[in-house]
């Protein structure tokens, strides 16, 4: 998980968007496909499939906390 963190640096304040509309319930679902990884923002969870097929997930919140503070 924080490998994609730091590996999407450029690309997590649009990963924070995505999960932002998400959670005001502008989307009910949001599916994100990067170069190496695919991501689905629910309103529970945020799932991360890498391009191995391994899957990680954590609470929306957390992710876009994550998001933000990776970004900084």
Same mark, same amino acid.
């Given at each position: 998980?924080?490998?994609? =963190? *730091? *590996?999407?640096? #450029?690309? !997590?304040?649009? =990963? &924070?968007? *995505?999960?932002? +509309?998400?959670? +005001? %319930?502008?989307? &009910? !679902?949001?599916?994100?496909? $990067? !170069? *190496? ?14 391009? #191995? %097929?391994?899957? $990680? $997930?954590?609470?929306?919140? +957390?992710?876009? &906390? ?5 970004? $900084?």
């Amino acid at each position: 998980m924080i490998r994609f =963190f *730091q *590996q999407e640096k #450029n690309e !997590l304040g649009y =990963f &924070a968007r *995505q999960t932002w +509309q998400v959670m +005001q %319930g502008r989307y &009910a !679902l949001t599916k994100i496909r $990067s !170069l *190496q990884y695919e991501v689905i923002i629910s309103p529970e969870k945020v799932t991360i499939i890498d391009d #191995n %097929g391994e899957k $990680s $997930s954590m609470g929306t919140v +957390q992710f876009k &906390a994550f998001t933000e503070m990776f970004r $900084s």
